[in-house]
């Protein structure tokens, strides 16, 4: 995708950089042979690598889907004293490697936190570049409403993804819109249902990834590749007007979510630049469910430090 221009535009050139463990050393060199063989446009180089320094060096965008995965069964939580080292090593070795303005999308999870401890051992990379992954629960939320409604996914808009990417993340539709033959609807009145929409609709956003883990035994990779490649298209080239998707960003403190968090919010970009959208009103059952997801990363925060103790 990322080769194709997918994540980066049509007519930006790229070099990739990929780095697995000894074990996959050998399938990730097969990799490099398709890359090469698919004869690529975009495509100008391609470093295949296990030396972690090496796949870091002078990168400008850093997609981090490394980590220990989650199985069936297993909750976030369960994967983290793992993950917690996993990128303390990664998060100094772009630190010392990476260029300084490095944007960085964390995707493995915990994400939230994973991208938290990022943050804490790559300190001179700036923290407005340190994100992680709720495109993917955005994508979902939007793709469960077009189906609700049968109108295309493209017509759907401004949903929000709040707080961990985990079971306790809030989709929230309350400034979702449709296109319609008459203009921009809510969401909310066209669907009707707000039984639907403040009960199945959430869960089934929540639990989605590990719907797609019991249907196929492994996680999602399709559509957590392509939301990836949505997630830098529109933090590097910007977001359409009027519309805002959801990252999970450093917490400062906007709609009271303490700082020092790595939350999703809603946010609109420019400039490769994001920007938390401000003003938004919210209402007692979305600042409950925004402050449990909230608590549960203030949770997930300690039990990362207390693995690196
Ligand atoms: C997903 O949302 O599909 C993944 O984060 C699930 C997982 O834990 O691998």
Redesign the pocket.
């Known amino acids: 995708m990322i080769a194709r221009g997918a994540m980066l535009g049509p007519d930006q050139p790229v070099i990739l950089h990929m780095l697995d463990i000894a074990p996959a050393a050998e399938a990730l060199n097969g990799v490099k042979m398709e890359l090469i063989d698919a004869a690529f446009p975009l495509l100008k180089g391609v470093v295949a690598t296990t030396d972690v320094a090496e796949a870091c060096m002078d990168v400008n965008i850093a997609v981090m889907v490394g980590g220990f995965?989650?199985k069936e069964g297993m909750e976030?939580k369960d994967v983290m004293s793992n993950n917690v080292s996993i990128y303390k090593a990664q998060a100094s070795a772009l630190e010392k490697h990476a260029a300084p303005d490095c944007k960085v999308l964390v995707v493995a999870?915990p994400a939230n936190t994973n991208a938290l401890i990022l943050k804490e051992f790559a300190p001179s990379i700036p923290e407005k570049n340190i994100t992680c992954l709720t495109r993917?629960?955005h994508n979902r939320a939007l793709g469960q409403i077009s189906e609700r409604l049968n109108v295309h996914v493209s017509d759907v808009k401004n949903v929000i993804i709040w707080g961990n990417?985990s079971s306790t993340q809030y989709p929230d539709v309350n400034h979702a819109t449709v296109t319609t033959s008459k203009g921009e609807e809510s969401v909310r009145e066209i669907v009707a249902d707000d039984n639907w929409l403040n009960s199945e609709f959430i869960t089934t956003v929540q639990q989605?990834?590990?719907a797609?883990?019991k249907a196929r035994k492994l996680?999602?990779a399709l559509s957590?590749a392509s939301s990836a490649c949505d997630h830098i298209r529109d933090w590097v080239l910007g977001t359409p007007k009027g519309t805002y998707v959801s990252m999970g960003v450093y917490s400062d403190g906007s709609y009271g979510i303490q700082e020092g968090l790595i939350y999703s919010f809603p946010v609109t970009c420019e400039k490769g630049e994001w920007s938390i959208v401000q003003g938004l009103k919210i209402d007692e059952f979305s600042r409950a469910k925004m402050d449990a997801t909230a608590k549960e990363l203030t949770e997930e925060k300690s039990l990362a430090y207390s693995c690196l103790n």
Do not use: W
Request: net charge positive.
């Open positions: 995965p989650r976030r999870n993917l629960d990417h989605r990834g590990a797609i883990i996680s999602s957590a």
